[in-house]
């Protein structure tokens, strides 16, 4: 059975402000772990800015589960293609947290209105709906994943990097802004 996440915090750490003599320790505790999850996020969001900004293309290929940080790695990359297997959650908010790091890749995916939604829910979506909703380009049976995934390395190994690089900054400098 899920358990309230800060419960299970306190009952491993302990209260931030408990009088007995351990309290200090459990706070220094306290603060490690949180500094760790800082850590961590940061690094996720470094990563997840890099893959976006790549010059390159950049393709996701979703076989399985993409959960929280799985999410946003297939939402950072310029083209993401799923097997009808894969399955796709914001699951943060399961753990008392936020998907801070993923957000604005997977709001540049599937708009505000569906991030709304699945934010708050960590509602599990399937490859049809992740195509729906525009998480993914394509979805495609297990079996034939690495062979679509090949047919579009095919298409872009055919075109000019630097054009494919101007073609990614434009789209950068054009997004949501008016047309003049």
Do not use: W
Not at 43 to 52: E, I, K, Q, V
Not at 57 to 86: E, F, N, Y
Not at 107 to 122: M, P, V
């Amino acid at each position: 059975a899920e358990q309230n996440p800060r419960a299970v915090f306190e009952r491993l750490f302990g209260s931030a402000d408990a009088a007995d003599g351990d309290a200090a320790g459990r706070r220094q505790l306290r603060q490690s772990v949180l500094d760790f999850v800082l850590d961590d996020a940061r690094a996720l969001a470094h990563m997840l800015r890099t893959l976006a900004e790549m010059r390159k293309p950049t393709i996701a290929r979703v076989q399985g589960a993409a959960l929280g940080g799985g999410m946003g790695l297939a939402a950072a990359c310029d083209i993401a293609v799923a097997s009808t297997k894969a399955v796709f959650a914001t699951s943060e908010v399961k753990f008392g947290i936020i998907p801070s790091a993923i957000s604005p890749y997977v709001l540049r995916a599937i708009g505000a209105r569906q991030a709304t939604r699945y934010f708050q829910t960590a509602e599990r979506i399937d490859a049809h709906h992740a195509y729906k909703i525009s998480l993914v380009h394509e979805t495609v049976e297990p079996e034939q994943l690495d062979a679509r995934v090949q047919e579009i390395v095919s298409a872009l190994l055919q075109g000019s990097p630097l054009a494919q690089a101007a073609a990614k900054d434009l789209i950068r400098a054009v997004d949501g802004q008016p047309v003049n």
